[in-house]
């Protein structure tokens, strides 16, 4: 199956912009025929169920509206129906057949208008079931935490493996992806592989980031105050905002199989100076790209951290409800 397709673009010629939920997109032939009709009756039947997850259902055909609203009140249907008359909207979501007619198919569509699943060739009987089933597993598997997040760890063991310059770029633009105060975007990466290079900032490291030996790349993340915005209370808005661009690639490099782990501990005015970066620039944090290795590799102390469980303070001690609490 295809998954995670966007289809937002498609959203005007669907009217489906109030839609804040899922939305089961279906694809049939032609109304008042036996197997769209039954399909049709079926989703009406579990509509209600599809509402409790906070999805709409549509139907979608080449038929005129007058035609689909004779279908709704001659079946007594419940769900929506665009029409689709140059089939332009079926020929997107690839369910036209060879022969130009439509391809019985249904799309399930989350709330930010990406393609979760998708049936193509639909067999009628109890496929409706069969789609609201999906529906409540994904529904109540995007109410958890996104496992990407959960899986994410500060792995140091690393493989001595090349990334390439194709993932390292996919990275960065997860990275620029990332909102930012009146979208100034004041983010700056300067990709390093080069072996010279590498071997050079990691010269400028303490001990204690032996471990980045490995590392086939590192990204170095630059900004500087006057390219964002500079609120009150000394709130220079760049360091926020090039923190959650870094957030999106260590989510990024964890979906890639890949680690993607940011430090502190360098010379920031050696590390500039060899990477060519202004003065009034701040180094922010070099981020460490690699593959997972083996933690045999690790001093015994940063292997027991790497095998060990992931720690985290009780939210109740960073979680304050209505007022600020001074906590230890």
């Not at 249904?106 to 049936?119: H, K, P």
């Not at 960065?172 to 072996?195: E, T, Y």
């Amino acid at each position: 199956m295809q998954l995670f397709r966007q289809v937002s673009e498609f959203a005007p010629a669907l009217s489906m912009d109030q839609i804040n939920g899922y939305l089961i997109l279906y694809f049939y032939p032609k109304a008042n025929t036996p197997g769209c009709t039954r399909e049709a009756q079926d989703f009406t039947a579990l509509l209600p169920e599809f509402h409790k997850l906070d999805a709409e259902v549509v139907g979608v055909s080449p038929d005129k509206p007058e035609t689909q609203a004779k279908f709704i009140q001659a079946k007594s249907l419940a769900v929506t129906m665009r029409s689709d008359p140059d089939k332009a909207l079926a020929r997107a979501f690839g369910a036209l057949k060879e022969s130009g007619g439509i391809l019985r198919s249904t799309f399930l569509i989350d709330r930010a208008g990406i393609v979760r699943a998708e049936w193509r060739k639909v067999k009628v009987d109890g496929h409706a079931q069969e789609v609201l089933e999906t529906l409540r597993a994904l529904y109540e598997s995007d109410r958890r935490i996104n496992p990407l997040i959960s899986a994410r760890r500060a792995v140091r063991a690393l493989a001595e493996a090349p990334v390439s310059r194709e993932e390292i770029e996919t990275m960065i633009a997860a990275a620029h992806l990332a909102p930012s105060c009146f979208n100034n975007q004041p983010w700056r990466f300067v990709a390093i592989d080069d072996p010279q290079t590498l071997a050079a900032v990691k010269g400028a490291m303490p001990k204690g980031n032996y471990w980045t030996g490995p590392a086939p790349a590192i990204i170095a993340v630059t900004s500087k105050s006057e390219i964002d915005c500079q609120l009150s209370d000394n709130r220079d808005y760049y360091l926020f905002d090039c923190g959650m661009a870094v957030s999106n690639l260590m989510v990024q490099a964890t979906g890639m199989g890949l680690v993607a782990h940011p430090i502190a501990g360098y010379n920031p005015v050696k590390v500039k100076e060899l990477l060519g970066i202004p003065d009034d620039y701040v180094l922010i944090t070099l981020v460490i790209i690699g593959r997972p290795g083996d933690p045999e590799t690790l001093s015994e102390k940063h292997r027991e951290v790497e095998l060990g469980p992931r720690n985290r303070k009780p939210l109740t001690d960073v979680l304050f409800w209505n007022r600020f609490e001074e906590r230890s």
